[in-house]
């Protein structure tokens, strides 16, 4: 195990990054590895990669229910359900039961629910998470930009030219302006594709409005899974392999962050990370994981 004090930031363009507010501020946590009763999973560069699974991750977690603890799958990825993920998990071999299984989608509907009840959306979303909206209860009738009360912008890969000007004419005449995630770049086998964060700046430069975001580091997601696990802050942890959202979520919540090196932060990420967003642990891979938390 490599034990860092301190660490990196990452990969978000340049260009972009100045749009948004500051994603670190440090709280430290409590508490070693071993004890945790929560463990948080992001998926993709974690527990396995595009296609593949990593074999590691499948019998740590495993191991981890055994043991009596807590097993989260969190995903910023909205472009795809909860649904969609369940049966992906289950045929890499993770077992999951559906309430393991969060995305930056599903907090965004229970923000909206608990919080806006009633208010009509326009949603830049696939249809996998329209799907979910409209199963909340969530109003998507409207068909004009002057009848949108809230704008919500996912990772949306059906995106076209007259949808995204359709929110931007929205926000343009009021509409609040909300996001699932604020990832730029999402990896995938042929190379990244723009995410969530990206079609924002696009949003943002038509409109010179900023969204609120929700999903990984933010605090709707940290209350979410708070509600779902009854667990505290200082029992949970989060596994990730990107910094300005996995390690991000604990640096700034006070829950344990552990980078895992099998994903898109490399070695000169972590030479040059600034103290206040350095993860509490760096492990080469979740077999370092396993042999930390169930020690002899
Ligand atoms: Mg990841």
Redesign the pocket.
Known sequence: MLLCNNIVRTDAPAGYRPLYPKLFTEVKPSGSLSSKKVFIF?????IYLGSAVFEKAVRFIKRLRSDGRKVVFFTNNSSHSGEFYLKKLDLMGFSPDRDEIMTSGDVTIDFLKKNREGRRVYLLGNSELRSDFEKAGIDLSCTDPSEADIVVSAFDTELDYGRLTFACRAIDLGAEFLSTHPDFRCPTEDGFIPDSGAICAAITAATGARPVFFGKPYEQTVLFIGERTGAERGDICIF???LYT?IAFGKKHGITSVLVMT??TTEDDLKNVGDAQKPDIVFEDMGRAEEDVFVD
Do not use: A, K, N, S
Request: avoid cysteine; charge should be negative; charged fraction near 55%.
């Open positions: 992001d998926m993709d560069g974690t990730g392999d990107r996995d994903g898109e």
